[in-house]
Each structure stands twice: as C-alpha cells, then as structure tokens.
C-alpha cells in the first residue's frame, strides 16, 4: 500500500504544480491547436520524461540532506523562502495575461518537449521543497524503492496533466485568461498556507 501511496504523491504534486497555464501546458495546447493530438502526444511525452530526472535529482538532494540533521534544519528554513516564493509567483502569473499565438512549424515536438521542460528552472526547487516538506510530516520515505516510484507518479502525473490541456484544448483555449488568474491565484494561496504551516513548524 505504501508502494501506491508514493506513486500518489508523485502524481498530485506533478499534477498540480503544473496546472497553471505556463510555458509547458500551453505550448501543449497550442500544438494540439495548430497542429494536431499526435504532435501534442509527442511534446508531452517528451516534457513527461524531463519531470522523470528533475524529480529524481530532487529527491536524490532531498535524500542527503534527510541524512544530514543539521542540513534539513537549514533545509526546512530554505523551504519557507521557496513557499513565499511560489507564494509570489502564482500571484503575478495571476496578474498576467496568457497569449496563445502561435506559428505552426514543422519541427520534432517530442525533443521540442524535452528541450523546454529542461530549461525549467522552478521543477526542481518544486519538487526538493515539496519534498522535503512531506518528509517532514511523516507522509513520504526517502529511499529506495520509494523515490523510483516517486519520480514515476511525477512523470505520470505531468503527462496527465498535458494530457487534460490537449484533451480541453478547445475549451481551455477560450477561457484561457479566467482560468489562468483563478488558478494561479489558488496556487498562491496553498503556497502561502504552507509556508505558514512549515515556519510554523520551524518556530514551535
């Protein structure tokens, strides 16, 4: 049960890290537009395996500072600042305006979705915060086999997550704007929830 537990984990925080609208989720959406459910497919899968390694290398930091009391305590505070960050965030991608044009190129969308989800810099301090935060209250282990099947519900729950925006394109691309804002709006919240929680925990 446990084993389930894990993989859970790592659906829902890939899931829901990645359900405001950004640069990933659109330009899925806007190749499935443009160009067609396969092409999308494609770019997905590719991001999906990118999430794959940013979680591990997440977990991996996450697993030696575990190991290291006076680290994780350094770690925990580093978390708060990443919450607030997140915090803050989600509150301007809120106040900003999603666009979703886009030129129909011929291209390999699936190392097109490698490429992208590479040069996201917020997974990894996502997953090592989120991470760490979840040790901390005795819902996740950070050792093997647990942080394989981590690492596979992150995959799975990004490309579920692309999967939604291809799947509601055409729902999605119309209420773009009022989705974004809500969304991101609700993120920042739960960032801010639980930083307070974490600091909270750090000061009692």
Partial sequence: MSYIVHVLYGVIMAYFGLISPGMLNMTALKIRINTGKIQSLKFALGASIIVFFQAGIALFFADYFVKNPKIIEILKIAAVFVFFALTIFFFLLSRKKITTNSKNTNQNYFVRGLAMSSVNMLAIPFYLG?????????????????????????????????????????????????????????LSILFLVLGILTLMKLVT
């Fill in 130 to 186: 989120l991470s760490i935060y979840l040790v901390s209250v005795n819902k996740i282990v950070i050792q093997q086999p647990y942080i394989f099947l981590f690492v596979i519900g992150a995959a799975i729950g990004s490309f579920l997550l692309f999967y939604t925006y291809i799947l509601f394109a055409k729902i999605i691309i119309k209420k773009v704007s009022f989705i974004a804002t809500n969304i991101n709006i609700i």
